[in-house]
């Protein structure tokens, strides 16, 4: 199930600075909402329903990982630090920004703060227009109608004038103009997370570990010292066999691929966890395999102190893992960062998430992707 929803949101303004107004609300929708994906063009129209200057309207095309419900607070809380203030009084009013949810998905919301779609889009040409610019294939889930047929049947004659076209705040988008992103973390630091969040929001294509299949992890946790070579060599021998076989599914000149891991992890856990003897054959067959494998574009760690993984660990609830002791993580960080100096022909990143919720609080995803995006840039 994704993780990330498609929401159209409708921006207007008709006091003071309006250009200024909508231009630092699609900036923080972007900040604490969703990736703005899409900007409609800037659009004057005259006031509806009551007598007052003229409005500027645009749409954004948002990707949020939000309810409906999360949305509606935190547009409330845009619009009052934006400087909007709400009279009592029933009615139409002027105001410095006003922020609608359009649509959600295909959802259909019913409350008594929220009603999505928004009941009136279709009789709005402000609405409508911005939202055509968008190039969303929506269709209404009550009245069963895509945006084009909305506008063409919607009796609202009002002016809708473009005034200029306005930037998206994703400059973020040189991303998905590499070809391969490794995520890669010690367990529990979200690298799964990051790495789906990727895949939706900039259309990649996502491999993810198949860390459940392996028959030997429970018995590994519970005797490492009699498990820890079959365990390792399986992993060896999923991985490569995965990598291969979904790399090759790519062409790795045209698509974009986010992986949640590198084959590289294999050699850091068995370094941790096998003997000397049996980590010396072991490499021997992994430097084999790894000349085979393609590089990534970007290798990123997500670093993330003990404390934070034992917690996120125990809060993803998987059995087999609870027993893991912190030392077990320290070694395993240990071998990533050792593993890091050495790598002098991969592009590394190394993001401290200790203090980030990248899921909870949108500002941190943003900020991981402008890490991202700069490294690219820099490379």
């Given at each position: 199930?994704?993780?990330?929803?498609?929401?159209?949101?409708?921006?207007?303004?008709?006091?003071?600075n309006r250009l200024?107004?909508?231009?630092?609300?699609?900036?923080?929708?972007?900040?604490?909402?969703?990736?703005?994906?899409?900007?409609?063009?800037?659009?004057?129209?005259?006031?509806?329903?009551?007598?007052?200057?003229?409005?500027?309207?645009?749409?954004?095309?948002?990707?949020?990982?939000?309810?409906?419900?999360?949305?509606?607070?935190?547009?409330?809380?845009?619009?009052?630090?934006?400087?909007?203030?709400?009279?009592?009084?029933?009615?139409?009013?002027?105001?410095?920004?006003?922020?609608?949810?359009?649509?959600?998905?295909?959802?259909?919301?019913?409350?008594?703060?929220?009603?999505?779609?928004?009941?009136?889009?279709?009789?709005?040409?402000?609405?409508?227009?911005?939202?055509?610019?968008?190039?969303?294939?929506?269709?209404?889930?009550?009245?069963?109608?895509?945006?084009?047929?909305?506008?063409?049947?919607?009796?609202?004659?009002?002016?809708?004038?473009?005034?200029?076209?306005?930037?998206?705040?994703?400059?973020?988008?040189?991303?998905?103009?590499?070809?391969?992103?490794?995520?890669?973390?010690?367990?529990?630091?979200?690298?799964?997370?990051?790495?789906?969040?990727?895949?939706?929001?900039?259309?990649?294509?996502?491999?993810?570990?198949?860390?459940?299949?392996?028959?030997?992890?429970?018995?590994?946790?519970?005797?490492?010292?009699?498990?820890?070579?079959?365990?390792?060599?399986?992993?060896?021998?999923?991985?490569?066999?995965?990598?291969?076989?979904?790399?090759?599914?790519?062409?790795?000149?045209?698509?974009?691929?986010?992986?949640?891991?590198?084959?590289?992890?294999?050699?850091?856990?068995?370094?941790?966890?096998?003997?000397?003897d049996e980590f010396?054959?072991?490499?021997?067959?992994?430097?084999?395999?790894?000349?085979?494998?393609?590089?990534?574009?970007?290798?990123?760690?997500?670093?993330?102190?003990?404390?934070?993984?034992?917690?996120?660990?125990?809060?993803?609830?998987?059995?087999?893992?609870?027993?893991?002791?912190?030392?077990?993580?320290?070694?395993?960080?240990?071998?990533?960062?050792?593993?890091?100096?050495?790598?002098?022909?991969?592009?590394?990143?190394?993001?401290?998430?200790?203090?980030?919720?990248?899921?909870?609080?949108?500002?941190?995803?943003?900020?991981?992707?402008?890490?991202?995006?700069?490294?690219?840039?820099?490379?």
């Amino acid at each position: 199930m994704s993780m990330q929803k498609k929401v159209v949101l409708s921006l207007g303004s008709n006091q003071g600075n309006r250009l200024e107004h909508i231009s630092n609300c699609i900036q923080q929708i972007h900040q604490r909402i969703g990736l703005v994906l899409r900007v409609s063009k800037l659009y004057e129209t005259p006031a509806w329903g009551f007598e007052s200057d003229a409005f500027y309207n645009c749409a954004v095309l948002v990707h949020t990982a939000f309810t409906p419900e999360q949305i509606l607070r935190k547009i409330s809380s845009i619009e009052k630090e934006l400087g909007r203030t709400r009279k009592k009084t029933l009615g139409y009013e002027a105001r410095l920004i006003d922020v609608d949810i359009v649509s959600y998905e295909n959802q259909i919301v019913n409350t008594e703060h929220l009603h999505i779609p928004h009941p009136h889009m279709q009789d709005r040409r402000f609405v409508l227009q911005p939202m055509a610019d968008l190039k969303l294939d929506w269709e209404h889930p009550v009245l069963h109608k895509k945006v084009a047929q909305l506008l063409q049947d919607c009796t609202d004659e009002s002016p809708c004038e473009v005034v200029s076209e306005l930037t998206s705040p994703m400059q973020l988008g040189h991303i998905n103009t590499v070809n391969y992103i490794a995520i890669e973390g010690n367990i529990g630091a979200g690298k799964t997370t990051l790495a789906t969040k990727l895949s939706e929001d900039f259309n990649a294509k996502l491999v993810l570990e198949r860390f459940a299949d392996n028959p030997f992890l429970p018995k590994f946790y519970k005797d490492q010292n009699r498990y820890a070579f079959p365990l390792e060599m399986s992993f060896l021998a999923d991985r490569y066999q995965q990598l291969a076989d979904d790399l090759s599914q790519f062409d790795l000149f045209a698509d974009f691929v986010v992986a949640d891991y590198h084959i590289f992890k294999s050699l850091i856990f068995a370094k941790v966890t096998l003997q000397e003897d049996e980590f010396r054959l072991y490499k021997t067959l992994f430097d084999i395999i790894y000349k085979e494998m393609p590089k990534p574009d970007l290798y990123v760690y997500l670093y993330q102190n003990t404390d934070r993984l034992l917690k996120n660990i125990k809060k993803r609830g998987r059995s087999y893992e609870q027993e893991i002791p912190a030392e077990y993580l320290d070694k395993i960080n240990k071998g990533y960062l050792d593993f890091i100096k050495t790598q002098l022909n991969l592009n590394v990143l190394i993001i401290d998430v200790s203090d980030y919720d990248f899921v909870k609080r949108q500002e941190d995803y943003v900020s991981i992707l402008e890490q991202i995006h700069s490294k690219l840039n820099t490379k």
